[in-house]
C-alpha cells in the first residue's frame, strides 16, 4: 500500500491504495470516475484510453503509481457540459453507436490534434488505429476529427 | 653532469614518444579493437557467431526491425495496429511507446511486455538487426555512422540496460534467446577483445 498524490480533472487527489493496482481500477472505484471503460484489460482496444501529462495511455496496465506526482485527464474531465470541441465534433457526426469505446476513442483524437493540429485521413488511421470499436463507426471518427480540428482552428483564430 | 642531462632528455623523449602512441591509438585499445595487441582473428568470428545466435532472435529483432513498425511474436510479425517507430523511435501521436508498456511486464498472458524506457531506435539510425547476415551485424556493429556514435565499448554498454536486458525476462509465453545473458555478454566481449574481426 502506498500513498498516492496525483490530479486528476484538475483535482487533487491523495488516496493510500496498492500501488500496483491498475489506474482504470484506481479511477472507477476510488474516484467514483466511470467514465473511462474496462474493454480487454491487456491494453489491445484502447477503450481504458486517458491522459497522463498530456499523453494517451491505457488505464487497464498503467500501475496507479506510475500517476503518482502527475496529472490524469478523463473523458470527465475535458468538459462539464459535452463542450470539447472534439467532443462537439462528436456529436455534430452522431458517432456513436453502442458508445461503449467513445470515451477511448475521444481521449486518442484529443492526444492526436494535440500533435497533429491538421491530421490526413492516413495520420487519423494510423493514430487512432489501436481504438477498436465493435460497432464500426471507423468513417464517422474520421469526419469527427477533421470537423474538431477545423474548430479548434477557428477557435484560435478568436 | 651530461650523462645525467642525456639521460633526462632521453627519457622525456621516450615519455613523449609512449604518450603519442597511446593518443594514436586511442579508444581502440580500450575497445579491443583491431589494433588490439590481443588479436585473433577466428576467435573473434568464433565469438560474434556465437553472439549472432541472440542478436538474430526475435527478442532482439523485434525491435530491430528493416521498415518502420515494431514487430512482435515468436515469428516477427508487425506489430497489432498500425503501431510505427515514429519520429523519434518512441511511436506516432496517440499510440507511443509508452501508452502500453509500462516499466516491467504487464501482468497476464498477452498484456503488454515492459522495461525501462521502451523505445525503438530512431528513424535516422534504424540499426536494422532484421534479415542481416552475421557479417553484415558484425560490420554494423563496429561502425559509428551506423550503431549511433558508439564505439565498441559503448555498444557493450547496451547492452546492460534494462531494455536489452529484459530479453531474458520477456514475460508471458515468449521465449527467452538462445544463450543465457551471461555467455551472450561474454560472447560479446570475446569478440570485441580478440580484435572484433568478423565473419566471412
Known amino acids: 500500500m502506498k500513498k498516492i498524490n496525483l490530479t486528476v480533472n484538475e483535482k487533487a487527489v491523495s488516496i493510500e491504495t496498492d500501488e500496483e493496482k491498475p489506474l482504470l481500477w484506481f479511477l472507477r472505484e476510488d474516484l467514483n470516475l466511470t467514465g473511462t471503460k474496462y474493454g480487454c484489460g491487456i491494453a489491445q482496444c484502447g477503450a481504458c484510453t486517458v491522459h497522463l501529462d498530456g499523453s494517451a495511455v491505457r488505464s487497464c496496465v498503467t500501475p496507479v503509481v506510475r500517476a503518482d506526482g502527475k496529472k490524469v485527464t478523463t473523458i470527465e474531465g475535458l468538459s462539464k457540459n459535452a463542450s470539447h470541441p472534439v467532443q462537439r465534433a462528436w456529436l455534430a457526426e452522431q458517432v456513436a453507436q453502442c458508445g461503449y469505446c467513445q470515451p477511448g476513442q475521444i481521449m486518442s483524437a484529443i492526444n492526436l490534434l494535440a500533435k497533429i493540429p491538421h491530421p490526413t485521413d492516413a495520420e487519423i488511421d494510423r493514430a487512432m488505429s489501436g481504438n477498436l470499436c465493435r460497432c464500426g463507426t471507423y468513417v464517422r471518427i474520421r469526419k469527427a476529427v477533421h470537423r474538431a480540428a477545423a474548430a479548434i482552428d477557428e477557435r484560435e483564430k478568436k | ?200
Open chain 2, 1 to 200: 653532469m651530461s650523462n645525467k642531462k642525456n639521460i633526462l632528455r632521453l627519457s622525456v623523449i621516450g615519455a613523449a614518444l609512449l604518450f603519442y602512441a597511446a593518443l594514436a591509438s586511442g579508444n581502440r585499445i580500450n575497445a579491443g579493437g583491431e589494433n588490439s595487441p590481443k588479436t585473433d582473428d577466428a576467435k573473434a568470428r568464433a565469438a560474434f557467431l556465437e553472439s549472432y545466435k541472440v542478436f538474430s532472435s526475435a527478442r532482439c529483432v523485434n525491435c530491430h526491425p528493416g521498415g518502420d513498425r515494431p514487430l512482435q511474436g515468436e515469428n516477427s510479425q508487425p506489430h497489432a495496429f498500425l503501431v510505427e517507430r515514429g519520429a523519434d523511435g518512441k511511436g506516432f501521436a496517440a499510440l507511443n511507446c509508452s501508452a502500453c508498456h509500462q516499466d516491467k511486464n504487464s501482468p497476464g498472458m498477452h498484456a503488454p511486455p515492459g522495461a525501462e524506457d521502451w523505445h525503438l531506435p530512431p528513424p535516422e539510425m534504424k540499426m536494422t538487426f532484421e534479415n542481416k547476415t552475421a557479417k553484415e551485424l558484425c560490420e554494423q556493429l563496429k561502425n559509428p555512422k551506423l550503431n549511433g556514435g558508439r564505439n565498441l565499448r559503448e555498444v557493450a554498454d547496451h547492452l546492460g540496460t534494462g531494455l536489452v536486458r529484459w530479453a531474458w525476462n520477456p514475460g508471458g509465453n515468449r521465449q527467452k534467446p538462445p544463450l543465457e545473458y551471461e555467455e551472450f555478454v561474454e560472447s560479446f566481449e570475446t569478440w570485441r577483445d580478440s580484435g572484433a574481426a568478423c565473419p566471412e
